[in-house]
């Protein structure tokens, strides 16, 4: 394996972090002033902000960037006329395609009603009682309680990783395995790149990465059809999986297991860390959700409309159309800015404060429509489950006043890089 690839966890995320970073404005004023003057714009907005791209775009195909909650909202319901397959030439490539978001029209729905009920709440919430909640509470933060402090953005780290590579069915006496998997699954996200100096060399780690990731997850596959697939794991419920006479062979559920892996555990890391800044900024919401658990879910889904880690969501699309006046040509992009969206004034009274107790409406943080977030459910249940084990085991936590307060970064993939926290 090359060096890139068995360098360590954190040093992958970091990296990846700072490939999406882009440039440091003030991007919410930023957005808010296109949302006023030019809500839609002929140009790779992202481009400008020195975003790389996960589309494999051809740079002569036209973009345009939305900014309107009401437009965005119209592009993610609509998946026939705001398609989704050019994600095969881009980040899907790493993949053979085989990637749920690169899919459309009747191969995405029959894939997805496939995989669709192993991610419902019903079997997360099983998964709940035997897995995350146990493995979150004992093996991390019950560890941390004679520390006094921490950089809770370590445990943000690891938690995800252990989790969700558990449920997905591989063993869980390997951590040092584990983690190198993660690292991998990192690494492919590094793929696309700005700096077409490095895109080449970051090309060839994410191909080298995603086939030493296939090769493992195969090899479990594998294991767990010839053991009976009788378990409750991710593998052995795709394995059982039918859909209209149909159910997927080991190549099929490798690619697709591999394809997951990538946002499995980032997104989350950012999610929580982002949920925990906001809420330590905040003490008093803090001490309510502290006194009244039935606000946890409120405050996770806050946090995302506050401050999305994926801040952007692209689509083609398949006929000439016009929004806002602006005349779009069948085969251009729009890039849909969900940061922006997030934050409609339209949309969202006092859109600028984080407020857990605003009415609920969709945000898109986890996208929306047909290409939603197949695996949020288990994201949003991983870090509710983490929330209210630091509010049960680490008394009175706050932020560590002799280190620097924590800060939201980056045009994508947005969270934070530390956060320092004390308890008693």
Same mark, same amino acid.
């Given at each position: 394996?090359?060096?890139?690839?068995?360098?360590?966890?954190?040093?992958?995320?970091?990296? $990846?972090?700072?490939?999406?970073?882009?440039?440091?404005?003030?991007?919410?004023?930023?957005?808010?002033?296109?949302? =006023?003057?030019?809500?839609?714009?002929? @140009?790779?907005?992202?481009?400008?902000?020195?975003?790389?791209?996960?589309?494999?775009?051809?740079?002569?195909?036209?973009?345009?960037?939305?900014?309107?909650?009401?437009?965005?909202? %119209?592009?993610?319901?609509?998946?026939?006329?705001?398609?989704?397959?050019?994600? #095969?030439?881009?980040?899907?490539?790493?993949?053979?395609?085989?990637?749920?978001?690169?899919?459309?029209?009747?191969?995405?729905?029959?894939?997805?009603?496939?995989?669709?009920? $192993?991610?419902?709440?019903?079997? $997360?919430?099983?998964?709940?009682?035997?897995?995350?909640?146990?493995?979150?509470?004992?093996?991390?933060?019950?560890?941390?309680?004679?520390?006094?402090?921490?950089?809770?953005?370590?445990?943000?780290?690891?938690?995800?990783?252990?989790?969700?590579?558990?449920?997905?069915?591989?063993?869980?006496?390997?951590?040092?395995?584990?983690?190198?998997?993660?690292?991998?699954?990192?690494?492919? *996200?590094?793929?696309?790149?700005?700096?077409?100096?490095?895109?080449?060399?970051?090309?060839?780690? %994410?191909?080298?990465?995603?086939?030493?990731?296939?090769?493992?997850?195969?090899?479990?596959?594998?294991?767990?059809? #010839? #053991?009976?697939? =009788?378990?409750?794991?991710?593998?052995?419920? *795709?394995?059982?999986?039918?859909?209209?006479?149909?159910?997927?062979?080991?190549? @099929?559920?490798?690619?697709?297991?591999?394809?997951?892996?990538?946002?499995?555990?980032?997104?989350?890391?950012?999610?929580?860390?982002?949920?925990? #800044?906001?809420?330590?900024?905040?003490? @008093?919401?803090?001490?309510? $959700?502290?006194?009244?658990?039935?606000?946890?879910?409120?405050?996770?889904?806050?946090?995302?409309?506050?401050?999305?880690?994926?801040?952007?969501?692209?689509?083609?699309? %398949?006929?000439?159309?016009?929004?806002?006046?602006?005349?779009?040509?069948?085969?251009?992009?729009?890039?849909?800015?969900?940061?922006?969206?997030?934050?409609?004034? @339209?949309?969202?009274?006092?859109?600028?404060?984080?407020?857990?107790?605003?009415?609920?409406?969709?945000?898109?943080?986890?996208?929306?429509?047909?290409?939603?977030?197949?695996?949020?459910?288990?994201?949003?249940?991983?870090?509710?489950?983490? *929330?209210?084990?630091?509010?049960?085991?680490?008394?009175?936590?706050?932020?560590?006043?002799?280190?620097?307060?924590?800060?939201?970064?980056? %045009?994508?993939?947005?969270?934070?890089?530390? *956060?320092?926290?004390?308890?008693?």
């Amino acid at each position: 394996m090359s060096t890139q690839a068995q360098s360590n966890l954190g040093e992958v995320f970091a990296s $990846v972090a700072s490939n999406y970073r882009g440039s440091d404005i003030d991007l919410h004023t930023v957005y808010r002033e296109m949302r =006023e003057q030019t809500p839609v714009i002929e @140009e790779n907005f992202m481009a400008r902000l020195g975003v790389p791209s996960i589309a494999g775009l051809d740079p002569n195909r036209p973009t345009f960037t939305l900014f309107k909650y009401d437009d965005v909202m %119209a592009v993610m319901r609509d998946a026939s006329r705001f398609t989704n397959g050019f994600i #095969a030439e881009g980040l899907g490539s790493f993949f053979d395609g085989l990637i749920l978001t690169a899919m459309d029209g009747e191969a995405h729905k029959s894939i997805r009603n496939l995989l669709q009920p $192993v991610f419902m709440p019903e079997t $997360v919430n099983r998964w709940k009682q035997t897995k995350i909640d146990p493995v979150i509470r004992n093996e991390y933060i019950r560890p941390l309680v004679p520390n006094k402090g921490a950089d809770l953005m370590d445990f943000a780290l690891y938690f995800p990783i252990r989790v969700i590579y558990a449920l997905i069915g591989f063993p869980e006496d390997k951590p040092e395995e584990i983690e190198q998997y993660a690292a991998w699954a990192l690494a492919i *996200l590094a793929g696309p790149q700005v700096d077409p100096e490095k895109a080449a060399a970051a090309r060839g780690a %994410a191909m080298e990465a995603a086939k030493a990731l296939y090769d493992v997850v195969k090899v479990v596959v594998a294991e767990r059809r #010839a #053991a009976g697939a =009788e378990g409750d794991d991710l593998i052995s419920r *795709l394995i059982r999986a039918e859909y209209q006479g149909r159910s997927l062979d080991d190549h @099929e559920i490798a690619t697709f297991v591999r394809s997951l892996l990538p946002a499995a555990s980032e997104t989350t890391t950012r999610t929580f860390g982002t949920l925990m #800044a906001l809420l330590l900024e905040h003490p @008093e919401t803090l001490e309510r $959700v502290r006194n009244d658990r039935s606000l946890v879910n409120k405050a996770i889904d806050e946090a995302v409309r506050f401050e999305p880690v994926a801040t952007f969501k692209v689509r083609q699309v %398949a006929e000439d159309m016009t929004i806002r006046g602006v005349a779009i040509p069948k085969g251009a992009m729009v890039q849909c800015i969900v940061t922006s969206a997030n934050r409609d004034e @339209e949309a969202f009274e006092n859109a600028d404060v984080f407020d857990i107790d605003r009415r609920a409406k969709p945000s898109f943080g986890f996208g929306f429509g047909p290409h939603m977030c197949i695996g949020q459910f288990v994201a949003k249940t991983e870090i509710n489950c983490a *929330l209210n084990a630091i509010l049960d085991l680490l008394p009175n936590i706050r932020l560590d006043p002799n280190q620097p307060a924590p800060e939201i970064v980056g %045009a994508q993939l947005r969270g934070p890089h530390y *956060l320092h926290v004390l308890w008693d």
